[in-house]
């Protein structure tokens, strides 16, 4: 009797093996990636590191609902840390799959995030300034930028 029950459930484990299918591969290594208009020669900045973005579709019964998008895994990694681009990215395909019952199918990004660095306006030419009639600067005051007349002997 327990030699039965000892076979059955060696088999058992070795269907459900056969079975539970799960595989996963590197797609690509990628220096930068972006699905966002990017300005080159701009500045930027990293935001965040190891950032992970994907796109997932089932599998039900052996019909897939569709196909993961890349593009879709992309934005998603950026919108998490409100980035314009990735640098560092490693691109992978993964898939499970319990025949005819329930899988999924993966696409997931993993990398570095980086903003465009802030623009600033630069040097202004003091003969333009001394001719200005007024002169403002921008200060922040309870999270909102407000303009504030300035002096003209502030300006060195």
Same mark, same amino acid.
């Given at each position: ?5 000892? /076979?059955?459930? *060696?088999?058992?484990? /070795?269907? #459900?093996?056969? /079975? %539970? ?5 590197? %797609? ?20 965040? *590191?190891?950032?992970?973005? #994907?796109? +997932? !579709? #089932?599998?039900?019964? /052996? ?23 990735? *640098?560092?990215?490693?691109?992978? @395909?993964?898939?499970?799959? +319990? ?17 465009? !660095? ?11 300034? #001394?001719?200005?009639?007024? %002169? ?8 909102? +930028? @407000?303009?504030?007349?300035?002096? !003209? *002997?502030? %300006?060195?």
């Amino acid at each position: 009797m327990w030699k039965l029950a000892r /076979f059955l459930g *060696t088999i058992g484990m /070795f269907l #459900s093996l056969i /079975f %539970i299918a799960n595989c996963s591969w590197r %797609i690509a290594d990628l220096t930068v990636a972006s699905t966002k208009n990017v300005e080159m020669g701009a500045e930027y900045v990293r935001v965040a *590191t190891g950032v992970r973005g #994907s796109d +997932i !579709k #089932s599998i039900i019964i /052996f019909i897939p609902t569709g196909h993961p998008n890349l593009e879709e895994a992309v934005d998603r990694a950026l919108e998490k840390a409100d980035g314009e681009l990735m *640098t560092n990215v490693v691109l992978y @395909q993964k898939w499970w799959w +319990i025949p005819y019952i329930y899988g999924q199918i993966k696409y997931e990004v993993k990398g570095d995030i980086w903003k465009r !660095k802030e623009k600033s306006v630069g040097f202004i030419d003091k003969d333009l300034l #001394s001719k200005a009639q007024k %002169i403002y600067k921008a200060v922040e005051k309870d999270g909102k +930028i @407000q303009l504030v007349e300035i002096d !003209k *002997t502030e %300006i060195r």
